[in-house]
């Protein structure tokens, strides 16, 4: 069973332009969630989604973020109109429909903004 | 809002000797408590968890602690290697909401040979 995947892995981005990160939950788990990590920082709840729902997006910034997780095909974090202010490290992570809490971790998107 | 402090922020420790890291949590709603390993550049790796229906859990040198009363938690590891040194994560949630997880800022550890 591949754990969760992510790509791409880095990302590089001028200010200005969009930023899409991918990820993929391992097989079997229906529920995603993004948390974003700052250098030297902790990660950072964003959104949790299920199957083309939005459960929880407290954590989303209201401009410029949106996420989303379709029927087919992996969950998509977008970031319009990129800044400096949003590099960072973004991890999805999935869990289980029998066992929600337990959050399995992706590799991880590092976006850096020129 | 919720909140989840951890401490200390930087650990060393000779090898052989114990580590300790305590989070202290203020949502009297959360009932999970995972801890995760992070190795530089890595992904976040679960390492042991708790729920609040037990005070302690051992898996080989790792333990965690809880006490619900005064909101803590708290990790051990015993005989620590070289290999333990990575960054340490706890986070608490609710299983009676969105399970989402609200973590502590992390203690970097470093285990001297």
């Known amino acids: 069973n591949a754990g969760v995947m992510q790509n791409p892995r880095h990302l590089v981005r001028r200010r200005g332009q969009e930023a899409r990160l991918r990820c993929s939950p391992m097989?079997?788990?229906?529920?995603v969630y993004w948390y974003r990590q700052l250098p030297e920082e902790g990660l950072k709840f964003m959104v949790y989604?299920?199957?083309?729902?939005?459960?929880?997006e407290s954590g989303m910034p209201k401009e410029r973020f949106s996420a989303e997780f379709p029927k087919e095909g992996p969950s998509i974090l977008r970031i319009q109109q990129v800044v400096r202010g949003d590099s960072a490290a973004y991890f999805c992570?999935?869990?289980?429909?029998?066992?929600?809490?337990?959050?399995?971790f992706g590799p991880g998107t590092r976006l850096l903004v020129l | 809002g919720e909140n989840v402090e951890q401490h200390p922020s930087t650990l060393s420790v000779q090898e052989g000797d114990s580590a300790v890291i305590k989070c202290t949590y203020s949502?009297?709603?959360?009932?999970?408590f995972p801890w995760y390993k992070q190795e530089l550049g890595k992904r976040p790796q679960l390492i042991i968890d708790?729920?609040?229906?037990?005070g302690e859990k051992k898996d080989q040198r790792i333990a965690v602690t809880l006490n619900k009363t005064a909101k803590h938690f708290s990790l051990h590891i015993t005989e620590t290697q070289p290999e333990d040194s990575a960054v340490y994560f706890c986070?608490?949630?609710?299983?009676?909401?969105?399970?989402?997880?609200?973590f502590g800022t992390g203690t970097r550890l470093k285990v001297l040979a």
């Open positions: 992570a999935s869990s289980p429909p029998n066992l929600q809490e337990t959050q399995y």
């Open positions: 097989k079997g788990h229906s529920h």
């Open positions: 989604l299920q199957k083309e729902n939005i459960i929880d």
């Open positions: 949502d009297s709603a959360s009932n999970y």
């Open positions: 708790i729920r609040s229906n037990v």
């Open positions: 986070a608490a949630s609710s299983t009676s909401g969105t399970y989402k997880y609200i």
